[in-house]
């Protein structure tokens, strides 16, 4: 799943092409589809987190391609659009799993933070499933004053029993040409790490700089933070209060 990219259907090219260019503007990549079935196929090859998506098209409708991705992809919000403000359609629609429904014209600030919000529940609700099926660490991309950055989000404790977990999936990821030079490795939401994660985080330090990549600690749980500053280890890593912070300050 893509969280930096935002598909917008409508079968009208104003309303796309207005909210494909505001959406850009607000660092968003965006892909935009003019009917359902070109949507669906396009969702295939970017999988966004978030669609944008008219109600009222020809062909397949919003409620039907609303239906269509949750089948596919459960953790995808869908912002539903429409100038057709009936509420027995929002209620119809909300029942579908739709993140929100929003009655045109369009309301940019709106959109703006509705889509903030459903693609931090996509995030939050994708990271869930991932450890709920043995995924320790998932990567995604944020873009940089100097260009793309990796952002691995930790999932687990940093403990014994996560240590098998953490090293398959971080082989599995440094061995991908995608994985950029600066790595930010989130680890919001995890409160508890012992010396066996601490081992971890210095061998995963060591590989990642072996290979001419930087690693940076984020959002680190105050407990964490006092753990590492115990014995010494606050100054071995670079350490930054939040991901956005470390990306921001990348030189």
Not at 158 to 169: G, H, N, P, V, W
Request: some cysteine; charged content about 25%.
């Amino acid at each position: 799943m893509d969280f930096d990219t935002v598909m917008v259907v409508d079968d009208e090219p104003e309303i796309c092409g207005q909210l494909s260019i505001f959406l850009s503007r607000k660092g968003y990549r965006t892909v935009v589809a003019t009917d359902g079935a070109e949507a669906l196929t396009l969702f295939e090859q970017h999988k966004p987190a978030v669609v944008i998506t008219d109600y009222q098209m020809p062909g397949l409708n919003g409620l039907e391609l609303l239906k269509a991705i949750k089948r596919q992809a459960p953790n995808t919000e869908v912002l539903v659009i429409s100038g057709q403000a009936d509420m027995k359609v929002a209620v119809t629609i909300i029942k579908e799993h739709a993140f929100d429904f929003i009655p045109k014209p369009i309301d940019l600030e709106e959109i703006e933070q509705k889509l903030a919000e459903a693609v931090d529940r996509s995030r939050k609700t994708d990271f869930t499933a991932r450890a709920a099926h043995g995924v320790a660490l998932s990567h995604q991309h944020e873009e940089g004053r100097r260009g793309m950055v990796s952002v691995i989000h930790c999932s687990v404790p940093l403990d014994e029993f996560s240590r098998a977990r953490i090293q398959k999936d971080f082989d599995n990821l440094i061995g991908e040409p995608f994985v950029q030079r600066l790595v930010v490795l989130s680890m919001r939401g995890i409160d508890y790490m012992n010396n066996v994660g601490l081992n971890i985080l210095i061998d995963m330090e060591k590989t990642l700089k072996e290979r001419g990549k930087e690693m940076v600690l984020a959002d680190l749980h105050p407990r964490i933070q006092a753990y590492l500053k115990s014995l010494g280890y606050h100054e071995f890593f670079k350490i930054s209060n939040t991901t956005q912070t470390a990306i921001k300050d990348y030189e």
